[in-house]
């Protein structure tokens, strides 16, 4: 990674088509392989679109068929839209390279940015992204006729494993875990490795419509939810408000050199995608 990083604002306040930014993507990825540019942050929105990623299950899609994109990124399906900051990082990695290390410090600087709008978010071990940690509600109840019986494991309220929150009822939607008391995801996290230079990244949900999310199933989680800033604080937060905010965490964090990795830590493997 470059001591220099620059940040580059798309669409002058419009909304950047899914598959022009990724255009633009491809090009400055080839530019950073071939070291004629610095690491580059896209910062930008999207107008509302689907996307899968590699992992992506079909029974986690929209159920009336609605068109997904397929990307090369890690992870599962997500929804980007206004509302909701996107972060696209062109960053070449260091060798050894480490993917995990980047995407911790993705996470880091989300975090950071979130605890200045006054936001306590944290990490869950075994999926990326950041999250603002739910609360026990022991009087919860579950409509059981709404459940798929698979086994006997169960979710934090109570309810069996194979609920499906997109035919069980706006109280078991993913944008309704704020209320339910369940985790829920306020950035995800998504990013491709190739050739030793980042592609994809991250996005930050400050004031969306959350009920986009409620058609699908969010990376492909069905034991919590989704949340923005702007329904955590009980207030409007624009991306406007959020992005120099992101930008100047985003500029900290990448400034600091990457941590040690372990002595007996072997080099992570190219390309290599993380989850959403």
Do not use: F, K, N, Q
């Given at each position: 990674m470059s001591s220099d990083l620059r940040f580059v604002p798309l669409g002058g306040g419009e909304r950047v088509p899914y598959q022009e930014a990724l255009d633009e993507q491809l090009r400055l990825h080839a530019l950073r392989v071939a070291d004629e540019i610095p690491d580059t942050v896209l910062l930008l929105e999207h107008p509302p679109v689907y996307t899968a990623g590699r992992r992506t299950r079909p029974e986690d899609r929209p159920l009336d068929g609605t068109l997904v994109v397929e990307v090369t990124r890690g992870g599962e399906i997500t929804w980007h839209g206004p509302g909701q900051l996107i972060g696209y990082p062109i960053i070449k990695l260091d060798e050894p390279?480490?993917?995990v290390a980047y995407v911790r410090r993705l996470e880091e600087a989300l975090?950071?940015?979130c605890a200045e709008f006054g936001v306590r978010t944290s990490r869950i071990e075994g999926r990326s992204g950041v999250w603002v940690l739910g609360e026990e509600i022991p009087d919860a109840r579950v409509d059981e006729s709404q459940v798929v019986n698979i086994g006997a494991l169960t979710l934090r309220m109570g309810a069996k494993l194979g609920l499906d929150p997109r035919l069980a009822g706006p109280e078991y939607a993913p944008s309704n875990a704020g209320q339910r008391g369940d985790d829920r995801k306020l950035a995800?996290?998504?990013v491709r490795v190739a050739r030793g230079v980042t592609m994809h990244g991250f996005a930050l949900n400050c004031n969306p419509d959350m009920t986009w999310f409620d058609r699908i199933i969010p990376c492909g989680?069905?034991?919590?939810?989704?949340?923005?800033?702007?329904?955590?604080?009980g207030r409007d937060v624009t991306v406007a408000e959020a992005l120099p905010v992101v930008q100047r965490h985003f500029a900290e964090i990448f400034a600091q050199a990457p941590p040690e990795a372990p002595q007996s830590a072997a080099p992570q493997p190219g390309p290599m995608a993380s989850a959403v």
């Open positions: 390279m480490d993917v975090i950071l940015a995800a996290i998504g989680i069905r034991d919590a939810g989704v949340a923005s800033l702007s329904s955590e604080l």
